[in-house]
């Protein structure tokens, strides 16, 4: 395999926009007879799906769940960051540049992050657009708090629910273009092969999760946006749906995948607790703002309840070991610190399987300094969600919490327009794997996603878009597009193809449209944005089966 990453020559802040002004355009009367597919709804993929409706395209997107406002992204907690430098304390886009760097331990492709870090300042301003409810200090202006790897305060947050937060304002951008009719949207449709036409890809075969169709959707290009595979180990803090399905199958088709290794152990999950668990739950990273960890200095204490071990019995390891930094280490350091501690005998909580994995997450010394109700507008959903799960009261007792795998930084491999070594396959979001190296900071992940799906894949896709002639992509009845179980019983193109159709072909399903017309489409979509057919559910639909 030949990978070429194609990186701007230049310096490095000069790279992005001297790139974007050599990318090739398509004027706006020829977008609609491009055809977009966007395979995932969470930040990365509403936000690409509602960009490129916005700018013409013909746009279809597909997620597994209910609705695009259930992606995994719902779940971020703690914030996003930005190099505003509204504290005005040092920050800049080159010291958020560094700080990415350095925290993946110098591994992340340098001309990406810089770009991301470049972008980071449009998001904010995008979102805040959108009406994301972002936290705001007393006289109006936008807040911000600290996070793990930075000497600066750059975090935006709206509470403990920031992704719910950016989600919603990435979803408003995109049920805005699903009732424009720009954007059509399938949901419970899990892709299940990616299809290439002469070594591109030009569309995917699905199964829709209610009627158990298998249907094929041809386009002018592919964008995956389907998150990352954290649950590849069997305890993580992902949604049970990570389960890296389209990624995967697009790597069959030949995708390459980079750094499958570098996965990201969060120091502050709730530890495990039993042996009949499913899933491990995140206490956001924010909470090292105020929250200061340690253990017992003596094996000996590790029994007792925290509030008899006198402050010169307790180890702050973190502030001991990492000064400058202290209890906002980086993710992987803190991470390992916790586990050395514990490995010495000296973790808290109950035991399971004989060892107690736990370590003090304290926040007595803040609520001294600043008072519960502080401490309750800052984090008190986040302390709300650990006295349902653990029973504990966690302004009264310092929480108890454990590394767990949280984050996979290896993905597809992109190369600097997030085209994978497949041409005319994008990847955007935790699907990819360019942006943090061997460790991601936290608050970069919403900031990669969000980056990605408004600010970079619009350029390169379009890029890419006008190298290919429209309305050249495949019928959707090419063999190509077959599912592949089917394909090997083919006979002849034809024949075979009907055969796998009328056996794929749900009964009982009305058949509302006309023969002519693309199925695609919903059938009360207005006539002035009636397009080109374009993708089509299979035969089933068109009455020819
Ligand atoms: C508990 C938790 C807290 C976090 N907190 C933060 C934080 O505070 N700050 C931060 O920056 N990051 C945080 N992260 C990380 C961040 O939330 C994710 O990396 C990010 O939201 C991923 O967004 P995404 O759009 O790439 O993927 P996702 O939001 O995971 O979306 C994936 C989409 O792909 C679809 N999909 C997947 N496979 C298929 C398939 N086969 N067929 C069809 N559709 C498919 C899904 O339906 C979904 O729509 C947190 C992560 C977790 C687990």
Redesign the pocket.
């Known amino acids: 395999m030949k990978l070429d990453s194609k990186i701007p020559a230049g310096p490095l802040a000069d790279k992005w926009n001297n790139h974007k002004a050599k990318l090739r355009l398509v004027n706006p009367a020829n977008r609609r007879k491009y055809h977009v597919i966007v ?9 690409a799906a509602a960009s490129f409706a916005e700018m013409g395209y013909e746009v279809s997107c ?4 209910d609705s ?1 406002r ?12 930005a190099a505003k430098n509204y504290q005005n304390d040092g920050d800049s886009v080159r010291r958020l540049f560094q700080d990415t760097i350095k925290g993946g331990d110098y591994r992340a492709r340098e001309a990406n992050v810089y770009r991301l870090a470049q972008v980071s300042v449009n998001i904010i301003d995008q979102c805040v657009a959108q009406g994301v409810p972002f936290a705001r200090e007393y006289g109006g202006l936008l807040a911000n708090r600290s ?1 793990g790897g930075a000497q600066v305060s750059r ?1 935006f ?1 709206a509470r403990g629910q ?2 719910q937060q950016l ?1 919603i304002g990435a979803y408003s951008a995109l049920s805005r273009q699903i009732g424009l009719g720009t954007v059509r949207m399938h949901t419970r ?4 092969d990616l299809v290439l036409v002469d070594g591109k890809a030009k569309g995917i075969v ?1 199964r829709d999760l209610v009627t158990g169709a298998v249907e094929s959707w041809a386009a002018d290009v592919v964008v ?5 595979y ?1 649950n590849v180990f069997y305890l ?4 049970q ?7 995967y ?1 697009a790597h069959r088709r030949g995708a390459g995948f980079a750094n499958p290794c570098y996965t990201q152990i ?1 120091p502050t999950c709730i530890p495990v607790h039993g042996e009949d668990q499913a899933k491990l ?2 206490m ?3 909470l090292r703002n105020d929250g200061r960890v340690w253990v017992p200095k003596n094996a000996a204490d590790c029994a007792k309840p925290a509030a008899e071990i006198p402050e010169d019995a307790r180890d702050y390891f973190l502030e001991r070991k990492y000064p400058s930094y202290g209890n906002l280490a980086p993710r992987d350091i803190a991470s390992r610190a916790a586990k050395e501690v514990c490995d010495e005998g000296r973790g808290v909580g109950q035991r399971v399987d004989g060892k107690r994995l736990g370590v003090y997450l304290d926040f007595s010394a803040a609520i001294r300094r600043l008072g519960e109700a502080e401490i309750r507008a800052r984090y008190g959903n986040l302390f709300d969600m650990y006295e349902n799960i653990t029973g504990e009261n966690a302004y009264q007792q310092p929480m108890r919490i454990f590394p767990a795998v ?2 996979t930084m290896g993905g597809l491999w992109v190369d600097y327009n997030l085209q994978s070594n497949v041409p005319g396959l994008f990847v ?4 990819n794997f360019s942006d943090h190296g061997a460790n ?1 900071l ?8 969000l980056a ?2 408004y600010f970079v894949l619009p350029y390169v896709v379009t890029d890419y878009l006008a190298g290919e002639k429209p309305g050249s992509r495949p019928s959707p009845d090419a063999p190509d597009s077959r599912p592949p179980s089917r394909r090997s019983t083919t006979a002849s193109p034809g024949s075979s193809r009907s055969t796998a159709r009328s056996r794929l072909a749900p009964t009982t399903r009305p058949s509302a449209r006309s023969p002519g017309r693309s199925a695609a489409w919903p059938a009360t979509r207005p006539a002035s944005k009636a397009r080109s057919a374009t993708c089509r559910r299979s035969a089933r639909t068109s009455g020819r089966t």
């Open positions: 395979v995932g709804s969470g930040l990365a993929g509403s936000a597909f997620c597994y769940q695009p259930r992606a995994h992204s719902i779940a971020a907690q703690g914030g996003i960051n996070f975090t947050y920031t992704g989600l449709h899990e892709m299940l699905t995956l946006c389907t998150g990352g954290g993580s803090t992902n949604a749906g990570c389960n890296v399905t389209a990624t199958r969060h739950t995140l956001s990273e924010s949280h984050y955007g979001g935790e699907a991601r936290g608050a970069s992940a919403l900031m990669q996603g990605d799906g």
